[in-house]
């Protein structure tokens, strides 16, 4: 099975700290991607990275950047975190060469900016 | 990517069929119908997906109409354990993000 992990299930920081958030993937996934979810928005993409050291800004990207240094390994950072990123922070990663879009997704992390 | 029409919620008995409709009226010849579920306090899951011909897995079903409007997800024997949200998303291939709605809370009850 493919395993996305990341590493925290619940974070609380306060504003103006700078926050990182990680992700792993086990499956030799090309793909990325960092969703952020909200009541009544649904799930909006941050981020996304096709391959190492590629990045793509997403339809949210302010106040986030992000690192892909290792092919597994997908970072979100938050560089100086407000309350209005408050919200669950959800990683993904994709088989490039089969086409479709299935996107395996990780359990999430639930941060709060105090 | 084309926008999905879901109902908000459905009820199904435990050990029953569940039946999802989505409708996708604006739905292109390149882009496919993903069906995704998202338990409570979890990342969604990959079901099934299709593009014309109905598709089944070990998960559920999809059937798609002829003129690929409309699609129904069939979880033939439904448990309590697939209470979830269930997004309907039309994609292309080459799609990148997921567009997800608000999907349908579906609810099994014993």
């Known amino acids: 099975d493919v395993k996305v992990t990341q590493s925290s299930r619940y974070l609380v920081k306060r504003t103006g700290e700078k926050v990182f958030l990680e992700c792993v993937q086990d499956?030799?996934?090309?793909?990325m991607f960092w969703y952020r979810q909200d009541p009544g928005l649904g799930l909006r993409l941050i981020y996304f990275s096709y391959d190492v050291k590629m990045k793509e800004k997403g339809d949210i990207p302010e106040g986030y950047s992000v690192s892909r240094e290792k092919k597994e390994r997908f970072s979100l950072i938050l560089e100086s975190a407000s309350t209005n990123q408050t919200s669950m922070y959800l990683c993904?990663?994709?088989?490039?060469?089969?086409?479709?879009?299935?996107?395996?997704f990780g359990p999430g992390t639930r941060l709060t900016v105090l | 990517d084309a926008k999905t029409t879901q109902p908000t919620s459905m009820d199904c008995a435990e050990g029953r069929a569940a039946n999802l409709p989505c409708n996708h009226s604006t739905i292109s010849g390149n882009e496919y119908v993903y069906w995704y579920r998202q338990i409570h306090s979890q990342g969604p899951q990959y079901i099934i997906h299709g593009l014309k011909n109905n598709e089944t897995n070990e998960m559920a079903s999809l059937i798609i109409t002829e003129d690929r409007k409309s699609s129904t997800l069939i979880l033939p024997h439904a448990t309590l354990r697939d209470t979830a949200v269930y997004y309907c998303i039309v994609s292309n291939q080459a799609g990148t993000a997921l567009i997800f709605g608000k999907g349908t809370t579906l609810s099994v009850s014993s």
């Open positions: 499956m030799d996934h090309e793909n």
């Open positions: 993904a990663s994709r088989l490039r060469e089969n086409g479709h879009n299935e996107q395996f």
